[in-house]
């Protein structure tokens, strides 16, 4: 294998994997830069909708084979992410309800706990529910190889890679171009003077959570047609780690966290390229301290000051 | 009929409004004292297996059957003694704190934590599990009070304390198994295998060098924060946090993944005892110095702070390094209690733990951070027949408390040792 | 007064009703109870349920037997479960709880290692018996008299893959991928690179990457493994990451063979794998299909009982408590006072000879380490584990 094909294997691994930590990342800066609070809950969010995903999909693969209904199989991909970002919508504003709400005017870092505590029960009562095993997700589409200059690249990889590139463009749209879009981008200037404006927090930050959660089951889905064992803890470490991306992009931009997302995802791959493998959390974390050491906001975040609100 | 509760329940808590805390201890004394001499033929007259060790809460859960019984058992032994003698010892005691509030402070706080101790020591006498959960809760409220000083007190979301346990953790095993045990890791002991009172004497030296190691560590996360304000220090904390727990899973000399295990038996009830006392004293002096009224003030407004000659950049690093200090014991005396230490401990799942203490306790309350710690652990022992349910009542539990008391359930409140300690007036007579 | 008056009946009647309402249990000198101490929650809540599955199988059989019989005596068994969370504080209170509340006779976990070797302190401390089915870190039995386990040491598994992928391919390069955050696939993983060296010299071993507990994108150390030239793939992973690592390996244009561990020994690593998997061998403790024996009449009973093939883990947890059951009626009688007994089954454990298990036959070591043998599973093209050869130390 020659070095160039090295390089080439090594960015689209990296793309692939960047795509799962900017599109979880997206969930949480939306509701940070938005209503500045952190998400706790996002990374569990992120394991139920890849569940419901995994339920859906089971559910019309079932009614196909056994001929109650016909559609070729990337039907039900598509149906498969579109329901589950609907149903995995209203997880999060259950979230925002119960969790969040209530603790508007309340320490920020408390709506953190609770969302922290959401996370376990969710984790918890999947394992109730569904029992220990791991759920192997259906293969939707059949795994194809290809060879790009030397380097290997699947149907899936491709297909993850694109879908999420367009959620998110899709989301920098609706934020940019609608006038909820607006709204949200007002709320997030001030949440005091807005809703005296006619903007109802009531409204924005249930759709805040909506929309972040929709990325994330679509995130769930992609992920467990990529990597197909689903087990309750799936969305701890992963969530962890797009809450570093989502803050490393900086308050106030959502694309931020996106990139910042694929940034982690490239240094995480390269790190583990480069140096013993056993060094990648050490050197990647090291990375990001280095890099807030010198950029104290994160890549596109403005000075401010956001002190807990006690 | 609402009015004439509350009436009733005024009766109640003036009938007992006038008794000092050298009085509720004296009753805990008797009620420990008699269970230990007739705990098992009161259990044994109850139809139980064998005494309640938490308060029959376990039991419950497991034998339904048992809830009068235990209900019987916690009256008798606990709630009726402690409640008789507090009650009818208060004028006595009353003097006799009375003549204690005379006498240096130090004086008066060393005799009741003397009895402190002894009640604990005779309530664990009766059962190893006790012990164990009673190490733990000492440890734990060092743990959160320690991260009180930073997330309560100073107000930063800092996420790194599961690494400065780490660091504390190792450091001190290193210490005590490098030095004084023959182990298969780290090779032969030495200094040679000391007997158990060397031990005792040697043990504080690897404890306090573990400390200073997670204060050294707190600099990397406490430099970065001169610059950063609030969420970003989150991210930098848990960096920190991720980079510890990987660093000693490489580390193969300590054992890397497999952990290290074999420490000497040192942690005994009253060395944690001990640590934790001295713990909670130089946190409170801390927090109720100027450096901690600084904290606040940096908490409430770092540039108005800055403005009123407070040295935010000191502040903040003093706080971090003796938070972390603190934390380093805790997992010193953690790993000596479980005798064996692995990265994996510390990881995100402790890290959840921890915060939830913290949170659940009380913000910027040195007394919300004990009943945190310690409510925690004795709700998380006493769940455990509850299997997978239990960590869907107890995230339920915390969300409630959240929800109704956002900052904890005692929050901001001032730790007075004299306060606390001294003769108490009947709520009539303070009129 | 009067509502003193109301409040001494109220105490009074629950007294009544606690004396009456409570069965006596003079026969609890009868009852042994057998601890379980099995990560119910955490990252390997499989595991527990496993366990838990299997140690009920046992309970129930014993149940039929009317008890359990021990120098003429019958005595009725108990199970305490206890959850460990699968961490190490948790376990440590857990078997603290079981000896001094629960008052176990024995103890069979925790099952993995890292709660195995603090628990594994307790229990030699309090004079238990503990027997871990699953834990193959040293240090678990090391200098404690009263620690077992029910499984092959790693530093046996190593050398066996070795000398068996030598023999079969004839393969001088080999590559390994691990998680460096686990400690059994660490271990494993360094006696195989120990093994393999000592059989092709140094450097033999071409490419040794790791990774971390919970990722699931191997895609970068992959292609170092590929870009070196090894022959063959080394995976001593869980069926958590193997369907992952293998389907990775193979999207990333990865033809070679695969070969893996015991820990691949659940049926769950077949189903969520797929076809990746077929044609790859493992060392195994047991083999489902086409087991003759006890062993079928166990897989048979409890793919009826809890409608899926068993794991590793309950085969192992399975053998365990029968360990402890021939220990306890080896013991001859029991005393009645636990301390006594306790000791009295642990030197009955230490001096089983040839127990014939459903994992092969176990005879005990001086450290509590059993001797038996490991079996090299092919996975056909049906997707089935069957037998391929067996290797005795």
Redesign the interface.
Known sequence: MSLMTFLLQNVLNALQWGSFYAIIALGYAMV?SILML?NFAHGDIFMAGSYIGFGIATGLLYLVTSGIIAMPHWLILVLTIILSMFVTSFLGILVER??YR??R???R??????G???G??L???N??LLGAKRRGFPALITQKVYTIGGAFVTNRKILVVVVSIGLMLLLDQFVRKTKWGMAMRAMSYDFVVVPLMGVSIDIIAPLTFAIGSALAAAGGVLYGISYPVLNPYMG??IG?KA??AA??GG?GSIMGAALAGFLLGFIEIFVATVFPS?????IA??I??VI??FR???FFGKP?????R? | MKERKNK?FSRIREMFSGIPALGWLVGALVAVIIEYYFGNSLAD??????LP?LFGV?VILKRP?????A??YV?LIYAIPIAVVARLTSRLMNRIAGFFDRLPLWVSAIVHLILLYYVLSVWTDL???RL??LK?SLIAIMVTLSLNVI?GYM???SCSHPGFMALGAYVSSIFSVGLFVND?ILGHALLGVVPAWVGQLVFPIGLLLGGAIAAIGAL?VA??SF??????L???S???M??V???F??LGFLG????L??QPDWATLPTIFIWAVLCIWTINNFVESTMGKALNAV?????AAESMTVNTRKTKMIAFMFGAFWAGIAGGL?AH?????????FG??KL?EV??MV?FGG?NSVIGSIVGAVGFNLLS?ML?PL??????I???L??LV??FR??GLIAFKHFDVREILKPKLKAKERM | MK?GFLALTI?AA??M???T?????PA?ARTIVIGLNIP???DIPKVGESSKNAAEMWLSDIKKAGGLKVGGKTYKVKLA???NES???SA???A??L???D?ALAIVGPQA??QA??AG?VCNN?KTPMISPWST???TT?DRPFVFRGCFLDSFQGPVIANFVTQEYHFTKAAVLYD????YP??LAGYFKKAWEKLHGAGSVVAFESF??GDTDFSSQLTRIIKSDAQFLFLPQYYNEVPLIVQQAHALGWKKPIVGSDSWGSPQTIKLCGKDCYGCFFVSHFVAKGAKGITKAFCDRYQAKYGEEPDDVAALTWDSLHIIQKAIENCGKLTGNLKKDRVLVRNAMAKIKDFQGITGKMTFTEEGDPIKCAVIVKINDKGEYVFYKSVCP
Do not use: C
């Open positions: 940070y952190f119960i969790g209530p603790l005017n309340a320490p870092a408390s709506a953190a706990i609770t922290l505590m959401i376990i029960i984790e918890t009562a394992l109730a701890i470490i962890w809450f570093v803050i490393l308050r056993t060094l990648r959390d050490l974390f090291s990001v301290l807030l050491t104290p906001y994160g401010y000051s956001a002190k807990l006690l | 009733r007259f109850l139809h139980m297996d064998r060790v376990v059957l048992d809830i009068p019984g209900f019987v009256m059962s190893d599990y164990l959960i733990l997330n107000g930063e979301f298969r990397i430099i970065p610059r950063t304000r609030g969420d970003y989150a991210i930098i848990l960096a920190f991720f980079i727990k990987s660093l899973d490489n890397g993944a497999r952990g295990g074999s908490r409430d407004e770092e540039s953690f209690v479980l005798r064996y230490v692995n990265p994996g401990t995100l799942r959840a915060l939830a949170y913000l022992e455990r299997e997978i349910i239990k960590w869907i107890i995230p339920t915390l969300i959240m929800i956002p900052t | 509502r105490v629950f007294l009703v606690g004396w309402m409570t069965t006596p249990t609890a119910l929650t955490g479960i206890e959850d961490q190490a504080s440590v209170s857990a603290t709880k000896i001094t509340e008052e290692s890292k070797v603090p302190e309090y870190n040293p240090a090391k460096v955050a686990s400690d660490k271990g971390t507990t």
